[in-house]
């Protein structure tokens, strides 16, 4: 906006002539006469620079609106992706793991009492360690999906307290 109030800036307005003496100090004596001054600005090449101007004003703009676009994109992806994996976490956390370790706790209680067999108390200890291990995935796209966010935003959240460890 700056550029385009230089280039109108620099448009003349005004059209001056005149008729004046002058003295030509080149020629010692005749050098004094008339002199005529027109000053007719007949074509005006600086409309060409505002529109040009005016142009790159609306490309930065167009590319201002795309850039905003692009990082709310961004900002909105990774907020909802991370909302989604912090669900996944909470359901691991509050409903699987508990549910899986009194699967683990019935299957060798019932074991030693020798009416199951080993295997099923094993197999059963083995799906516990891959729904752990699922949720340690999961805290793990949620702390990527986390750094996206700042870093798209630009700023720190503070959304995993730091004093619970992941189980």
Known sequence: QDQIRLE?????????????YKQDFE??????????NISLPIFDDNY??????????????QKL????????TELHTSYYSLQALRQEIAQYEN???PSQQKVVDYAY?????????????LES?????????QLLDKYYHALKELAHLER????????????????
């Open 27 to 36: 020629k010692p004596l005749a050098g004094w006469g008339p002199y005529f």
């Open 48 to 61: 060409a620079q505002i529109a040009r101007t005016e142009f790159l004003l609306k490309q930065a703009e």
């Open 8 to 20: 109108k800036a620099k448009i003349v307005k005004a059209i001056d002539a005149g008729i004046a």
């Open 95 to 97: 409903i699987v793991l």
């Open 65 to 72: 609106i795309e850039e905003k676009i692009t990082i709310l």
């Open 109 to 121: 209680h019932y074991a030693e009492s020798m009416q199951l067999n080993m295997v099923i108390a």
């Open 152 to 167: 798209s935003a630009g700023r720190d959240f503070n959304l995993f307290p730091a004093n619970k460890p992941p189980t």
């Open 125 to 133: 200890e083995m799906k516990l360690y891959e729904n752990t291990a």
